[in-house]
């Protein structure tokens, strides 16, 4: 399975950004961040047809999961973005339980939240 992330980018504390993941095959996916000096963490995760999620607590309520399968595709969609929200994002295969990371890593996209 082959992944390849996009979407980051610069945003003020409140702002909003859409990341993407596009997969070569269908899977169960997760998105995970890593900031400066930390260690990677699990963000959210979606099965194969949408039908379930997961989220982190940092971030429910304020980001979304999605995916679309006939474009190839799974979405984070970020909104209230908040300085702590700053890292290097990836995406990565996940089990169907959505709680067992399978894949490798990406190149990951940076998202900076900042005034």
């Known amino acids: 399975l082959h992944l390849v992330e996009s979407g980051g980018g610069f945003v003020q504390p409140g702002g909003s950004l859409r990341l993407s993941c596009k997969y070569s095959?269908?899977?169960?996916v997760g998105w995970f961040r890593q900031a400066a000096g930390q260690e990677r963490e699990f963000v959210s995760a979606i099965n194969s047809n949408g039908g379930s999620t997961r989220y982190s607590d940092s971030v429910k309520g304020r980001f979304t999961i999605s995916r679309d399968n006939a474009r190839n595709t799974i979405y984070l969609q970020m909104n209230s973005l908040r300085p702590e929200d700053t890292a290097v994002y990836y995406c990565?295969?996940?089990?169907?339980?959505?709680?067992?990371?399978?894949?490798?890593w990406g190149q990951g996209t940076q998202v900076t939240v900042s005034s």
């Open positions: 990565s295969r996940m089990s169907a339980t959505l709680n067992i990371r399978l894949g490798s």
């Open positions: 095959e269908e899977s169960a």
